[in-house]
């Protein structure tokens, strides 16, 4: 390859390290970071053309305010591929970047890619937003290959929220298929739960498109589908009876739902957007119902029509 740049990976959590290895396999130079390694971050960060967080939500700010303190490369490309909000702020981890380095190009690396699937090499398509072309171009010729086809497109906040947003509706299906209550309910809970990612996502300015894309319906297709996803492991375990707690302290990863859905529910009640279904996961997250009630709960909900 003529074209090979330096890759900074910051994470080596399951995604950080399936994306190190899609990257090292085009032939780039990557350097992964985790705060317990033997690379500083600073020589992670030098010279790097690529600097990709894929920390979790909860250690985004910590990164950030660490990075901001050594030399980067004036032309560096920050890519963020967390799909969270912050709690105190709300904010998406591409507007935390952006704020920390301005002057940098950030791209949003989201869509349908449960990181075992890419471990094991299985095909898989993903999208890099920017509102910078050249840089989500840039993003897309580093990571695709025959087995990870990258799609550019031009609505990073869509695009984030697309892949953060459908981490509750996950959790939703879990629950769904824990109580085995068969495949026309996921098929309503999943569209409604779309509906709802497309409600809140266009009043935070998205584009209603997007989450038609891998980032919205391609995501949700992935996680509310496999036992690989975190998210529906939440979910499926807490129809099965066990506490959030019981289950939090045996998961491996980070099942961002959980927060995600606290942040979302604060946001949406302070802007009067209607989330029924986030509303019941939010009221099972905090112990307030069973699976069983939340269930009734949504389907005695006032009568409507269908898109309003
Ligand atoms: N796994 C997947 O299939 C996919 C995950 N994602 C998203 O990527 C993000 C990471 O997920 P995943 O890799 O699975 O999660 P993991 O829990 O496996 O990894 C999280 C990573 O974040 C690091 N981290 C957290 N807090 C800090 C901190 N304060 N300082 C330094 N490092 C920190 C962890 O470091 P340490 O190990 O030292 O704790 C670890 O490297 C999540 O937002 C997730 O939604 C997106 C697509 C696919
Ligand atoms: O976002 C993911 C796949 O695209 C990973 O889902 P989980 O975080 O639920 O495992």
């Known amino acids: 390859m003529t074209n090979d740049k330096t890759v900074a990976i910051l994470g080596a959590g399951a995604w950080g390290q399936a994306l190190a290895n899609l990257a090292a396999a085009n032939g780039h130079q990557v350097r992964l970071w985790s705060r317990w390694g033997t690379l500083s971050l600073e020589a992670v960060l030098q010279d790097a053309d690529i600097i990709l967080s894929a920390i979790s939500m909860k ?164 996680t509310c589908n496999s036992p690989l996803s975190r998210n529906y492991q939440v979910g499926y375990q807490l129809a099965a009876g066990k506490t959030l707690t019981e289950i939090l302290t045996h998961l491996q990863g980070t099942a961002e739902g959980v927060n995600t859905c606290r942040v979302l529910i604060q946001r949406a009640r302070q802007q009067n957007i209607p989330v029924p279904i986030t509303e019941q996961v939010y009221r099972l997250l905090q112990g307030e119902v069973t699976p069983q009630q939340a269930l009734d709960e949504l389907m005695l909900r006032d009568i409507k029509p269908e898109y309003h």
């Open 59 to 222: 250690g985004v700010r910590e990164v950030v305010m660490q990075v901001q303190s050594f030399p980067i490369s004036p032309d560096a490309i920050f890519v963020t591929a967390t799909k969270g909000l912050e709690p105190d702020t709300t904010c998406t981890p591409s507007q935390i970047w952006q704020t920390a380095f301005p002057h940098h190009p950030v791209v949003v690396l989201s869509g349908p890619n449960l990181s075992k699937e890419i471990e094991m090499e299985l095909p898989a398509a993903t999208a890099v937003a920017s509102n910078i072309p050249t840089a989500a171009e840039a993003v897309q010729l580093v990571f695709s290959s025959n087995r990870f086809r990258v799609y550019t497109n031009s609505d990073p906040v869509g695009v984030e929220l697309g892949g953060t947003l459908k981490n509750v509706i996950a959790i939703a299906a879990g629950v769904c298929d824990g109580l085995q209550l068969g495949t026309n309910a996921k098929a309503g809970l999943v569209t409604r739960g779309l509906t709802e990612i497309v409600r809140i996502g266009t009043f935070w300015g998205a584009k209603p498109e997007t989450f038609y894309g891998l980032s919205g319906l391609g995501d949700l297709l992935a």
